[in-house]
């Protein structure tokens, strides 16, 4: 089972900051990563397929880069609506597997 | 645009059964593959079970392996999963989720609003 870390557990940043939020899978999984924003009481929504391609509607400060092992989505500047929890997830092997999250919290 | 509607979420006694159902409309159901992840209380996302779309291909983690079956009927675009010998552990929002992509296999690109399943005595 391909096992996704991802760092920090807790991202807590000002609005207009940079939010920088990893993930390192246990091995290879070429491109296909994806992120997942999950609010309060709401389902997961897609905000990058294939490690950097931004989905219908998502805003241009979100993107996403890596390929491999390591991959990072990128908030460039925070707004009070990206509070949320972040999550990755691999579709190359099965089964497929998400990471545990990342909190990010807007001060 | 794309509504996937879950049904069938209940209390249900260790050892019971539940079957989900999700109506899904908006798109091509039969270009898709399907797929149902869970969410229990406070934790993290967990994929259960994906089935191809003529109802071919289908796969399961091992937890729910041998008790849990997805299917399809592509003639009512509705995605099922059966689930039999519950456990405590089972508990947990189950969510409806439709893959994208050219061939239907990419990222889960949509999702419904989640139908919540306890498993208690």
């Known amino acids: 089972e391909i096992v996704l870390t991802q760092s920090p557990a807790t991202l807590s940043l000002s609005p207009g900051e940079r939010a920088t939020l990893s993930c390192r899978a246990s091995q290879s999984i070429s491109n296909v990563l994806a992120w997942y924003q999950q609010k309060p009481g709401q389902a997961p929504r897609l905000v990058i397929y294939d490690a950097s391609n931004r989905a219908t509607g998502i805003p241009a400060r979100f993107s996403g880069s890596g390929s491999g092992t390591d991959f990072t989505l990128t908030i460039s500047s925070l707004e009070p609506e990206d509070s949320a929890v972040y999550y990755c997830?691999?579709?190359?092997?099965?089964?497929?597997?998400f990471g545990q999250g990342t909190k990010v919290e807007i001060k | 645009e794309v509504q996937l509607l879950e049904s069938g979420g209940a209390l249900v006694q260790p050892g019971g059964s539940l079957r989900l159902s999700c109506a899904a409309s908006?798109?091509?159901?039969?270009?898709?593959?399907m797929n149902w992840v869970r969410q229990a209380p406070g934790t993290g996302l967990e994929w259960v079970s994906t089935?191809?779309?003529?109802?071919?291909?289908?796969y399961y983690a091992d937890s729910v392996q041998g008790r849990f079956t997805i299917s399809r009927d592509n003639s009512k675009n509705t995605l099922y999963l059966q689930m039999n010998s519950l456990r405590p552990e089972d508990t947990a929002i189950y969510y409806c989720?439709?893959?994208?992509?050219?061939?239907?296999?990419?990222?889960?690109?949509?999702w419904g609003q989640g139908t919540l399943v306890t498993v208690s005595s």
């Open positions: 908006g798109f091509t159901f039969s270009s898709c593959a």
């Open positions: 997830q691999q579709r190359d092997k099965w089964p497929l597997t």
């Open positions: 089935i191809g779309t003529t109802g071919g291909n289908i």
């Open positions: 989720v439709k893959r994208g992509g050219a061939t239907g296999w990419g990222a889960f690109d949509s």
